[in-house]
Structures are given as C-alpha cells and as structure tokens.
C-alpha cells in the first residue's frame, strides 16, 4: 500500500511541485488549501504523514499542529512543516507545536523527500530497542520500546516516539557526549548538518517529562560546543524504591 501524504498548503506552486514529486516518489498524496480543511482531512484519513504549511488562511499552520497533536486519531502522525519563515524563533515555536521536522522554503526536492522518508521510516518501525523485546534499563530509568513509554524513578511516563528514540541515542552512551551530529543521523534518519535547534527543542520537551527543575538539568546535560550526555547513577533507583518504602 502506498504511503498516504496530506499536503496542507495554499501556494499553488508549491503544492504542485511538492504533489508531482511525491506522486513520482511513490506516495499517495492529497491537498488541502487552508488550515480548516487540512484539520478536517488529517482527521478523516489518518495519512502517514502530513506536511503542513505555518502561513494558511482561515487557521495558521501552528494552531492545526497543536490540534493534531491533542487529539488521539493524530497524536502519532509525524509533522513535516514547510514554510518560508526561517528564522529561529520561528522554527522553535513550529517545533514547539509538535512538529517532528521543519523545511524552510525554498527548498530542494531532494532535501524534501529525503526529509519524508526519514519521518515514514521512524514512524513505522519499531525502535531499535524492541527489535529483540528487551527493555532497557539504567539505574532509576527503564525503557518500555512497544509502547514509547519510560519508567522513571518507579512512574511510568509516555514520551513522543521522537522523545523516545532521543533518550533511547543517549542512553546507549550512558556517561558520555554525543554530539548533534550522530543525533540528528540515528533519530532523524538523515544525513548530518547544522540543524542543531531541532535537536534543543526536543531535549527540552524531554527536560520537562524527566527533570525535577528542567531550567537546571541534572540528568541530560548540555556539554557546551559537543553535544549532550546522559547521566544517571546506578544507586539512584535504590534510593528511590527505599525512600518509597519509607512512606
């Protein structure tokens, strides 16, 4: 079955152009010209993948995001977004509304479908933690692969599938710095660049779900001009069955 792409865009141009070439490419692709229009079709067909322009008519493409994102039939739909808004804080709030990847027109075909396979090739497999059913485990934090779920220090938290495969990279080396590079290849799925603000707006969504005070990290840490670093301490889950016994 050919991979369904919903593409929600108002410049004719660049949706022709982006619909010949997915078309080519081997997906099944279907437009929509406005953000009331896109929600209602990201609904009814629960595509593969929806691309989705920020400036539309009627509802901009930040607001479709976050109802996507809140609503279970396409919570788990990956979100490439396409706009000609480049600058970063534009990108952080795009990302911030639960897009998993973001191209910034004008843009190269090759860029673009390059971008969509990554998206459909994590999105359906299983991660690679799962692929020998193992959960994966460290000290106060154990990895549940089936269902993108962590236990952390005894409470079970669900993570995006981005979230996920992000702690997933950075718990297979433990203690130390991986840099943006190898994150963006082993999450994203494509080659290395300079994209490192994708990168930062996830690690502080996972911030949120797994730091006592996100804004003073003690468990993912930035290592300044090299990467992140997981650090957890073996003793910690002791510590915390105990302190829960305690009580």
């Not at 459909?120 to 934090?141: C, F, M, T, V, W």
């Amino acid at each position: 079955m050919m991979p369904r792409i919903l593409v929600i865009e108002d410049d004719p141009a660049i949706s022709e152009l982006v619909s010949i070439n997915l078309g080519m490419a081997g997906y099944k692709v279907k437009l929509a010209k406005d953000g009331i229009k896109g929600q209602a079709l990201a609904m009814q067909l629960q595509p593969e993948l929806t691309m989705l322009d920020l400036m539309l008519p009627r509802v901009d493409g930040f607001t479709i995001c976050q109802r996507l994102r809140r609503d279970k039939r396409t919570a788990d739909i990956p979100v490439l977004m396409l706009t000609a808004l480049g600058q970063t804080h534009d990108k952080v709030e795009g990302l911030n509304a639960g897009a998993d990847d973001y191209l910034t027109k004008p843009f190269e075909v090759e860029e673009m479908l390059a971008r969509v396979r990554a998206l459909l090739r994590r999105a359906d497999r299983i991660p690679q933690a799962a692929k020998h059913s193992e959960i994966l485990n460290y000290g106060p934090l154990t990895l549940v692969p089936e269902r993108f779920e962590v236990i952390w220090f005894n409470k079970t938290i669900k993570l995006t599938h981005l979230e996920f495969e992000l702690l997933h990279c950075l718990l297979q080396r433990h203690g130390q710095t991986v840099s943006p590079s190898e994150i963006l290849k082993e999450v994203w799925g494509y080659d290395p660049d300079d994209d490192v603000e994708t990168i930062r707006v996830h690690v502080r969504h996972l911030r949120t779900k797994l730091e006592p005070e996100p804004r003073h990290p003690h468990y993912i840490k930035t290592v300044y001009g090299a990467g992140y670093c997981l650090e957890l301490s073996s003793n910690e889950c002791s510590e915390a069955e105990t302190d829960s016994a305690a009580v």
